[in-house]
């Protein structure tokens, strides 16, 4: 009967990590929808960066609401002829700080003609 008890506790654990891999994906697709949202959007407007951050800010809202988009920060470049958009992602690990997730996502979009 105990070793029923732990097995079943270890099995737990692991469908709750795997749950945790799924989330955070989702997650991070989330993260690269928005940059890409963000960049095409900037690229033809002429106030690329309020445009790409007003854009990020509306797809994450849609994609990724609570906690998990509070760990999102966006940021836009206008260079020249591109608009780079950055995302610095972090995560909250369901397991403590050992299994949180940390990234930085960019996006990218050449200048359409005006």
Same mark, same amino acid.
């Given at each position: ?16 990590? @795997? ?7 989702? $997650?991070? +697709?989330? !993260?690269?929808?928005?940059? &890409?949202? =963000?960049? #095409? ?18 797809? @994450? ?7 998990? $988009?509070? +760990?999102? !920060?966006?940021?836009?470049? &206008?260079? =020249?002829? #591109? ?32």
């Amino acid at each position: 009967m105990i070793s029923l008890v732990v097995a079943t506790g270890i099995v737990l654990v692991l469908v709750t990590a @795997l749950l945790q891999v799924i989330v955070f994906q989702y $997650g991070k +697709g989330a !993260v690269r929808a928005a940059l &890409d949202e =963000a960049a #095409r959007s900037a690229a033809r407007s002429p106030t690329s960066v309020a445009t790409c951050q007003e854009r990020a800010a509306n797809v @994450l809202g849609d994609l990724l609401g609570g906690e998990m $988009g509070d +760990g999102v !920060v966006v940021s836009c470049t &206008d260079d =020249a002829d #591109r608009v780079t958009v950055t995302a610095s992602v972090h995560f909250e690990g369901w397991f403590g700080a050992l299994t949180d997730y940390d990234a930085t996502l960019r996006a990218s979009a050449a200048k359409e003609d005006r």
